[in-house]
């Protein structure tokens, strides 16, 4: 359903070694799907998009991996640096939708 | 491009006072929305609109309010504070039409509002 009220949920990981991020979706009819970065005082930044005739695309260091079977998407980021620090918010789009309707976000510590 | 812009950047109020926040973007961009986003929380849709004078409420509506009457602007209207909207402020803009359908909405700094 809709993004709730949950208190966010953390991934730690040492600088330098791969991250994966997960998120499920909620409805069947989503057809667009985002990824966000926000740092710390900042407002949400696009990293990656994907199409659901897609099921896996890549950017620079970040690939995004879905599984519309089990309504599942997951950010992976390579050699992951202390500036990939920030919460990370998938966001899906149901192409009937005049919005999209944002997960809860995962928060990412890089451990240098 | 300066993209979607906010104002103010802080703002205090007490309770029962009112105030508007500013939201614009140069990016012809015809969907707008306003966001709001608590401590350690993810993203809850206040208001949003399709285009110029068409608005619709989001997931948490109440105690705010909107116009659109420009494609550039989007103001969000608190008319009387409560503390419960304590909370940092974000507008968003995309662009979503005929075979060109992005939907990547591109984000303010935010305002960060307090009310006492």
């Known amino acids: 359903g809709e993004s709730v009220g949950l208190h966010l949920p953390t991934l730690s990981v040492q600088e330098g070694d791969n991250s994966i991020i997960n998120c499920a979706y909620s409805?069947?009819?989503?057809?667009?799907f985002i990824w966000y970065k926000q740092e710390s005082g900042k407002g949400p930044q696009f990293i990656i998009d994907?199409?659901?005739?897609?099921d896996k695309r890549q950017g620079q260091r970040v690939t995004v991996l879905l599984n519309k079977t089990v309504k599942h998407l997951s950010l992976q980021i390579a050699a992951t640096q202390p500036g990939d620090s920030a919460v990370y918010f998938c966001?899906?789009?149901?192409?009937?939708?005049?919005?999209?309707?944002f997960g809860p976000g995962t928060s990412l510590s890089v451990i240098p | 491009n300066a993209g979607v812009t906010q104002t103010p950047k802080f703002r205090i109020l007490k309770i029962g006072q009112s105030m508007t926040l500013q939201c614009t973007q140069d990016?012809?961009?015809?969907?707008m929305y306003w966001y709001r986003q608590d401590p350690g929380m993810g993203l809850k849709l206040i208001y949003y609109?399709?285009?110029?004078?068409?608005?619709d409420k989001g997931e948490v509506p109440n105690g705010y309010n909107v116009s659109r009457s420009t494609t550039e602007d989007f103001p969000l209207r608190l008319e009387l504070a409560a503390p419960s909207q304590t909370s940092v402020y974000f507008c968003a803009s995309s662009y979503s039409g005929g075979r060109l359908r992005t939907d990547t909405q591109y984000f303010g700094p935010g305002t960060r509002l307090t009310v006492l």
């Open positions: 990016m012809n961009h015809n969907y």
């Open positions: 609109s399709v285009g110029a004078g068409i608005t």
């Open positions: 994907i199409r659901s005739n897609m």
């Open positions: 409805n069947s009819a989503s057809d667009y």
């Open positions: 966001a899906e789009k149901p192409w009937s939708y005049d919005k999209v309707i």
